[in-house]
């Protein structure tokens, strides 16, 4: 029994016109929502923003909710949404900003934010916070082609909360993963891992720019997996990418690490 993929297009009824990606699903109330960017048309002129979509089922079809979220007048890119006791935290990439994370040099920035959303998932219930920026050196600083934050997952762990995050450009073969700590989900100090990344590429097994990644557990819940994608043809980068997934651990120091990358068969998750 094969899968069987649906492409969902854009209907009379999008907002988005173009560069519809970055798709996440949650489950939240009892429903499912996606939160993916788009190229729409915005008073600032046309741009990316993020959207909601909303379906009683996981595999959809989904009816869009939000589009978009919020406008800032600049691009939003890489939606995710962490849940705790109800509340709905939403993380992104802001890219072409004003300021410090706008185009230095003539190369692009990213930077990553959050926000607390309403109950609803409807709006933002503050100004969204800087979390993370480009600091360390693997994050492509000094990149031909991007300098840039993004791709992140938060989990939280005892009392700290973990950001996942890519750095570098998606094309470059040094896009990787490494993370951040905060005691809060918003607002609070972020505080990169010294010894990032934690995901790299491996050129002798044919791994080039992993990243983008999401965390799941295993069905009893024992085991983290992180799921990311790396680049299909690992000599010659580029947009096209395959999907991996690798077991992630965490030692008692609190310290986060990713078995792999792998090429070779694993065994199943528990």
């Not at 109950?119 to 800087?130: M, T």
């Not at 600083?141 to 996942?164: P, Q």
């Not at 993370?179 to 791994?207: D, F, M, Q």
Request: negative net charge.
């Amino acid at each position: 029994m094969g899968l069987h993929w649906v492409c969902h297009r854009r209907n009379e009824n999008s907002w988005g016109e173009k560069s519809f990606w970055a798709p996440e699903v949650i489950v939240y109330n009892d429903r499912f929502y996606m939160i993916y960017s788009s190229q729409g048309q915005t008073i600032f002129g046309k741009g990316l923003r993020l959207c909601i979509a909303v379906s009683d089922h996981p595999e959809g079809p989904f009816t869009d909710l939000y589009t978009p979220l919020f406008d800032f007048g600049y691009g939003t890119i890489d939606g995710h949404i962490f849940i705790e006791d109800d509340s709905p935290y939403l993380y992104f990439e802001m890219v072409g900003a004003v300021g410090n994370f706008t185009k230095q040099d003539g190369f692009l920035w990213g930077a990553i934010f959050g926000v607390e959303l309403s109950r609803d998932l409807s709006k933002p219930i503050h100004e969204p916070k800087l979390c993370i920026s480009p600091s360390q050196p693997w994050e492509g600083i000094e990149s031909f082609w991007a300098r840039s934050n993004e791709g992140m997952t938060v989990f939280k762990n005892d009392s700290l909360y973990y950001m996942t995050y890519s750095g570098n450009h998606y094309r470059d073969p040094n896009y990787g993963v490494g993370y951040a700590t905060s005691k809060r989900p918003v607002g609070g100090l972020w505080t990169k891992y010294e010894g990032n990344p934690i995901l790299k590429n491996n050129l002798s097994i044919g791994v080039s720019g992993p990243g983008h990644n999401s965390i799941v557990t295993s069905p009893d819940g024992s085991e983290l997996f992180i799921v990311y994608h790396s680049h299909a043809d690992a000599v010659n980068p580029s947009g096209k990418r395959i999907l991996n997934i690798d077991r992630l651990t965490i030692n008692p120091d609190g310290i986060l690490n990713v078995e792999g990358p792998t090429r070779l068969p694993q065994p199943m998750p528990r």
